[in-house]
């Protein structure tokens, strides 16, 4: 079990998701799934309410990110 002193903010869940995604080459969801079971061990509120609601924030940006990428791309290859 990973020992936490303090509670993450929300760049470090965004870093640590995108690290899995890059690394595991997986999708937004399939982070979020591995990081529930290793980090959180199946229990998202084990580190607290507030640790979950910045993790819960870091999914959402990341979200919202990823859809803006999609939008971006698209708009650039349009004819």
């Known amino acids: 079990m990973i020992k936490h002193t303090k509670i993450q903010n929300v760049d470090y869940f965004k870093t640590y998701l ?3 995604m890059e690394l595991r080459e997986y999708t937004l969801q399939e982070a979020i799934d591995f990081m529930v079971k290793t980090y959180f061990c199946n229990r998202i509120e084990l580190y ?3 640790t ?10 990341l979200s919202v990110k990823k859809i803006d990428c ?10």
């Open 70 to 79: 999609h939008s971006d791309s698209n708009s650039r290859f349009r004819l």
């Open 52 to 61: 979950k609601q910045q993790f819960e924030k870091a999914i959402q940006q």
């Open 48 to 50: 607290g309410l507030k």
């Open 18 to 20: 995108t690290l899995v």
